[in-house]
């Protein structure tokens, strides 16, 4: 089994910056990837980014490419996603997630994932 615990969400101004952490536990953990994805209110929730633990690739969606960056710590299990010109489009509950298989940019490939973390951002 494993726990995902995201941090770092918050109310931000327009044009500022977050940096979202996930926390991974579990006795065993080695996923193909870990992914986030958001959920703005009466909307479904949509892919943002994805990395693979073993070699780093990442995947981005195209509205955020560009101003969003993931990386993952393998010795601490934790996937950051450093969020930067934030725009009130981004408003959104943000999930973290385990996948341990290909398709990092389908929510299906996805077995695990956190409660999420509130990001809102005010003009």
């Known amino acids: 089994q494993v726990q995902l615990v995201e941090s770092g969400g918050g109310l931000v101004q327009a044009g500022g910056s977050l940096r979202l952490s996930c926390a991974a536990s579990?006795?065993?953990?080695?996923?193909?990837?870990m992914g986030w994805f958001r959920q703005a209110p009466g909307k479904e929730r949509d892919f943002v980014a994805a990395?693979?633990?073993?070699?780093?690739?990442?995947f981005y969606s195209g509205s955020v490419k560009g101003r969003f960056s993931i990386s993952r710590d393998k010795d601490k299990n934790t996937v950051l996603l450093q969020i930067d010109s934030l725009k009130p489009e981004d408003t959104a509950v943000y999930y973290c997630?385990?996948?341990?298989?290909?398709?990092?940019?389908?929510?299906?490939?996805?077995?695990?994932w956190g409660q999420g973390t509130q990001v809102t951002v005010s003009s």
């Open positions: 579990g006795r065993t953990f080695s996923p193909y990837a």
């Open positions: 990395i693979t633990w073993g070699g780093g690739s990442t």
């Open positions: 997630a385990a996948a341990n298989k290909a398709g990092v940019m389908r929510s299906a490939s996805y077995d695990y």
